[in-house]
């Protein structure tokens, strides 16, 4: 009898330990019912400020450098970004943007003045990298250009007649000059960024004031050398400053403005950022609570959006988001490097999905910044360059550029980590323009696999097939010795059944799933 007890304890204990190691209750199921709208290619943009190596570097070694390049910029970046499918980039800054006077990076390079950099280093800027350079540059990419704007320091002339010298087609003024520098056509640039941070580095402005300067900006760029599909971005709020969201609604009529923008870093503290790749499980658990709040801050500035704009006609931009941490011990601290580990996978593939899942009015965001800088999809080192975690999570997620939302209801075990807890899975899913389904999962629990059960309410699907980005520790990064250290594999660990899903989601893994 006391045997036969001791067994059966063995197997409770045996089966209470697999169910820790694997909990079953996550669901992910299809909602048929519900509105379905477009995943916007934008909301998978990046971010190129004039900051650390970013540009210098990162993008543009110069047509004299032994690097293959194309027109200066590095030939091996670019075919990574086209691989990723990068759809736009962001440019100058930035808090760049607010000193940035676009006349000093035209004309002959021996000619354009040297100004210092005074937000990043104050390193000297010769301006050899400039407006063809950069648009010449996304027409290479595949790239939409994002013109950000100097409304701190710039005047609202010189921003009018920045559009005119990109966009005007006819005789102008400023279209005679593009051409005697050497492009014929304009490149008619949608997004224009009004300013950055008008907050904080474009101005310290109070947001009364600064829906006046942007009234007035926004009216000059959209003068007789408008195209008609300007969009105009205006400098948008810190994170949970719901209150310059709502006074910039009020304030600008609707015919002003396209876009309004967000900012928002996942930092642990801004004192006590941590390390970017030596990190404890707590400032994991910080970082990935403060990217999961993207989800609250969307529905939040969305619901005062929707007071003004019911109709969602005016996007939000989150054009800055990403990982914060401490710079790269030896490195210039004004340069913002800092590595890319299996954390910053999480905190990728996490928003990511939450940006889809809210694409009724998150139309566009960049993630900053793309070569670098904070949390970079490339690192570049002389001739050498590392594709990051964060690079392989857009290239797998760009299944989505363009889709058809399938909105989903997630219902997920905890992530537990002392008395905090967090939702472990998030998903997203999208149908693309030839049928085939894409859903793409996120475990963010540190220890535990999630068995996921994805009902897809009546679709029929004959095949399932999937990549899968992990790694044996959270901590782990693509270095310059060891380049390929993390990379998608082919997903083994999903099986198809009557249209129903179970997955099983390798702890801290990020999945994306092919339904045919
Ligand atoms: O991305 C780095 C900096 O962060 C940007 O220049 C600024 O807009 C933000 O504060």
């Known amino acids: 009898m006391k045997k036969q007890y001791h067994y059966i304890r063995a197997g409770v204990i045996a089966l209470l330990l697999s169910a820790q190691a694997t909990q079953a209750q996550n669901t992910v199921t299809f909602r048929s019912d519900a509105p379905t709208q477009t995943i916007n290619r934008n909301i998978y943009g990046h971010f190129a400020e004039h900051l650390g190596n970013c540009i210098y570097g990162g993008f543009y070694v110069g047509d004299t450098s032994h690097i293959p390049n194309t027109n200066g910029v590095r030939k091996d970046v670019i075919a990574a970004l086209r691989k990723m499918k990068i759809p736009n980039l962001r440019w100058p800054g930035g808090c760049f943007a607010d000193t940035y006077h676009w006349k000093d990076g035209i004309g002959p390079k021996d000619k354009r003045p040297a100004i210092v950099n005074t937000w990043w280093g104050n390193v000297t800027e010769n301006n050899s990298f400039g407006t063809h350079d950069f648009l010449n540059m996304c027409e290479e990419l595949g790239a939409e250009p994002y013109l950000s704007g100097n409304v701190g320091s710039g005047t609202v002339q010189e921003l009018a007649d920045w559009v005119q010298y990109a966009n005007f087609g006819g005789k102008s003024p400023m279209s005679d000059l593009r051409q005697q520098n050497g492009r014929q056509e304009p490149w008619k640039v949608r997004f224009w960024g009004v300013g950055n941070e008008a907050w904080g580095c474009g101005g310290n402005m109070r947001p009364e004031y600064y829906a006046d300067l942007y009234r007035k900006f926004a009216t000059f760029m959209h003068s007789e050398w408008k195209n008609d599909h300007i969009f105009r971005i205006a400098s948008g709020a810190n994170s949970s400053d719901y209150n310059w969201t709502e006074v910039l609604m009020k304030n600008i009529s609707s015919g002003l403005i396209e876009g309004i923008a967000l900012h928002h870093y996942s930092v642990i503290d801004w004192n006590r950022k941590g390390d970017a790749v030596d990190f404890t499980e707590q400032q994991y658990f910080t970082t990935m609570r403060n990217a999961l709040f993207m989800d609250t801050l969307i529905r939040k500035h969305s619901a005062i959006m929707d007071k003004y704009d019911p109709k969602k006609k005016i996007a939000l931009v989150v054009d800055e988001w990403g990982g914060w941490y401490n710079v790269e011990g030896g490195t210039n601290p004004g340069f913002l490097f800092q590595q890319n580990t299996m954390r910053d996978a999480m905190l990728a593939g996490a928003t990511l999905n939450i940006f889809n899942n809210h694409s009724d009015r998150v139309r566009m965001a960049n993630l900053a910044q793309a070569i670098n800088v904070l949390q970079s999809?490339?690192?570049?080192?002389?001739?050498?360059?590392?594709?990051?975690?964060?690079?392989?999570?857009?290239?797998?997620?760009?299944?989505?550029?363009?889709?058809?939302?399938?909105?989903?209801?997630?219902?997920?075990?905890?992530?537990?980590?002392?008395?905090?807890?967090?939702?472990?899975?998030?998903?997203?899913?999208?149908?693309?323009?030839?049928?085939?389904?894409?859903?793409?999962?996120?475990?963010?629990?540190?220890?535990?696999?999630?068995?996921?059960?994805?009902?897809?309410?009546?679709?029929s699907y004959k095949s399932i097939s999937g990549r899968l980005l992990a790694s044996a520790k959270l901590q782990d990064y693509n270095s310059f010795t060891k380049p390929d250290n993390i990379k998608p594999t082919d997903f083994k660990g999903a099986s198809l059944k009557n249209n129903t899903i179970s997955v099983k989601l390798p702890p801290f893994s990020v999945v994306v799933l092919e339904l045919r």
């Not at 002389?382 to 299944?399: A, F, I």
């Not at 997630?410 to 967090?422: A, C, I, Q």
């Open 377 to 459: 999809v490339i690192l570049t080192k002389g001739d050498t360059m590392v594709l990051t975690p964060t690079y392989y999570v857009m290239e797998m997620y760009n299944v989505h550029q363009d889709a058809t939302l399938i909105p989903i209801d997630v219902h997920s075990n905890d992530y537990t980590l002392g008395n905090e807890k967090l939702a472990a899975v998030s998903a997203s899913a999208s149908k693309d323009k030839n049928g085939v389904t894409h859903i793409s999962l996120v475990n963010i629990d540190a220890h535990k696999t999630q068995e996921v059960t994805l009902d897809t309410r009546g679709g």
